[in-house]
């Protein structure tokens, strides 16, 4: 009986970067920052908003950043705006351009919202809930 293998692929699978090495973050945070204020406003999503799903920055610190994005994030924040690039990039792929954008406003009937907008549940539920709402997004680009 033969063994079953994976078929072969071209691509080499590389480790994730280790958010726990300064230097990886150091690398990632500055096109991370930018990448995270250009998706807010083309989410027109409000800074009071935005400092809550970068994980409740306060005010001076958020608009330091947000002037000068040449600073080394945290692992939390990093993570968190990896998920919100993915959500981004999937609702682009999913969605035309201007439903793209507004979906994170619109009242949702997916039981994991439960009535409430995407952005008020990315609100309230934090780390957890990006992730949700990024598995969810992937699996419909799949399916």
């Known amino acids: 009986m033969k063994a079953l293998r994976y078929p072969a692929t071209r691509y080499r699978a590389e480790a994730p970067p280790d958010l ?7 690398r990632l945070s500055e096109p ?6 250009n ?3 083309r989410w027109k999503v ?7 799903l970068l994980g409740d920055v ?6 330091e950043m947000k002037r000068n ?8 924040r990093l993570t968190r705006v990896s ?32 009535g409430q907008t995407p952005l008020a549940h990315m609100m309230r539920g934090g780390l957890p809930a990006l992730q949700t709402v990024r598995r969810l997004l992937d699996a419909r680009r799949a399916g």
Do not use: T
């Not at 991370?32 to 204020?37: D, G, S, T, V, Y």
């Open 20 to 26: 726990g090495a300064r230097g990886e973050r150091a």
């Open 32 to 37: 991370a920052l930018k990448a995270f204020f």
């Open 39 to 41: 998706i807010m406003a």
């Open 46 to 52: 409000r800074d009071e908003d935005a400092r809550i």
């Open 58 to 63: 306060s005010n001076g610190p958020f608009y």
């Open 69 to 76: 994005p040449d600073r080394v994030l945290e692992r939390d």
């Open 83 to 114: 998920y919100l690039i993915g959500i981004f990039k999937a609702l682009r792929i999913l969605h035309s351009e201007p439903l793209a954008d507004e979906w994170v406003h619109l009242p949702n009937s997916n039981p994991i919202f439960a």
